[in-house]
């Protein structure tokens, strides 16, 4: 499988066996089903701090004069609840010579 980035990835068919349900669909989620271009998320809170999630579920769509892009997240993450408070994201579309900065949004970063 092409892996983010043009990157070939080995994809293991079946999880770890000691692993539970809940930490099974993140593995499904992150190994099955992420053969989608990375988008970064920017946003902002309402004191202005800035945040960035890297996500892969995402497309754009429309015409026109009517451009939206829709993605899906987790409703306890920043960027939702940025999104709600200031009714602003940016999508920030990667390319291959920034890929060490790119993942350097994949960590978590507590809120401040």
């Known amino acids: 499988m092409i892996g983010v980035f043009g990157t ?3 994809i293991p068919l079946k999880p770890p ?3 539970e349900f809940l930490s099974y669909v993140n593995w ?3 190994n099955i089903l992420v053969p989608y271009p990375l988008y970064i998320i920017t946003s902002i809170d309402k004191n202005g701090v800035p945040n960035a999630q890297p996500n892969s ?3 754009p769509y429309g015409s026109g004069n009517i451009n939206m892009f829709l ?4 409703a306890q ?3 939702p609840q940025n999104f709600f408070e200031t009714k602003e994201f940016v ?3 990667t390319s291959r010579d920034v890929v060490k900065q790119v993942m ?3 960590e978590h970063f507590p809120e401040v």
């Open 8 to 10: 070939k990835i080995d």
């Open 17 to 19: 066996k000691e692993t």
């Open 71 to 74: 993605f899906s997240t987790w």
């Open 91 to 93: 999508v920030n579309i």
């Open 57 to 59: 579920w995402g497309l």
């Open 104 to 106: 350097k949004t994949v």
């Open 28 to 30: 499904f989620l992150s």
């Open 77 to 79: 993450h920043h960027t």
